[in-house]
């Protein structure tokens, strides 16, 4: 596991967190907060992956 999937696993919770906080409190703006947190969350843990998927091919050469 590398750094861009730890840190992108903690933004997509962290943005769940907000997004229902924010439908909780009746916030549309934290809700769109958080959705878009969770996005780039999930931009970040896939480029985290893509990254482990290219070091593994390597290691294996």
Same mark, same amino acid.
């Given at each position: 596991?590398?750094? %861009?999937? =730890?840190?992108?696993? =903690? !933004?997509? @919770?962290? #943005? !769940? @967190?907000?997004?229902? &906080?924010? +439908?909780?409190? #009746?916030? /549309? %703006? ?8 969770? &996005? +780039? #969350?999930? /931009?970040? $843990? /896939? @480029? #985290?992956?893509?990254? +482990?998927? @290219?070091?593994?091919? *390597?290691? $294996? *050469?």
């Amino acid at each position: 596991m590398n750094k %861009d999937q =730890v840190k992108g696993a =903690v !933004k997509d @919770v962290a #943005g !769940k @967190v907000q997004s229902k &906080a924010g +439908e909780m409190t #009746g916030s /549309t %703006d934290q809700q769109a907060k958080g959705m878009a947190k969770q &996005a +780039e #969350g999930k /931009t970040q $843990k /896939t @480029v #985290g992956n893509a990254k +482990e998927t @290219v070091k593994s091919k *390597i290691d $294996k *050469i």
